[in-house]
């Protein structure tokens, strides 16, 4: 894991107040039919995720997304499920608080 070495305030505020339009974005990058965009948010995203334990908290909690990262594991292409898989990781290794979130896994 990537460490962040000068922890800014602002940022993590920005995220808090903007972390729906943020996985918009990621979401909207992810339905595309280009590998690369597809691959690369996956990769953005859980960078993203790994830094900021409350952007992955809010992430975990969202049923349609961890339905969404299932399918995505099934794509054809082994780099964008090996990201998708990672993204899975989250899901598994954080304690799971929605009854909805368990039976889906």
């Known amino acids: 894991m990537f460490e962040r ?9 920005f995220l808090a107040e903007n ?4 996985f918009a974005i990621f979401d909207s990058l992810q ?5 690369f965009s597809i691959r690369e948010a996956l990769k953005d995203q859980y960078m ?3 830094f900021n334990e409350p952007l992955r908290k809010h992430y975990v909690r969202d049923k349609d997304r961890l ?3 299932m399918r995505t594991v099934l ?19 954080m304690p ?3 009854e ?6």
């Open 48 to 50: 993203l995720l790994s």
């Open 19 to 22: 972390v729906e339009s943020l």
């Open 67 to 69: 339905c969404k990262i």
């Open 31 to 35: 339905v595309e039919s280009n590998y």
């Open 100 to 105: 909805k979130i368990k039976h889906v896994l």
């Open 75 to 93: 794509n054809q292409n082994k780099n964008i499920q090996y990201e998708a898989f990672l993204h899975l990781s989250l899901f598994i290794l």
């Open 96 to 98: 799971i608080e929605s």
């Open 5 to 13: 070495e000068n922890p800014t305030p602002d940022f993590d505020k």
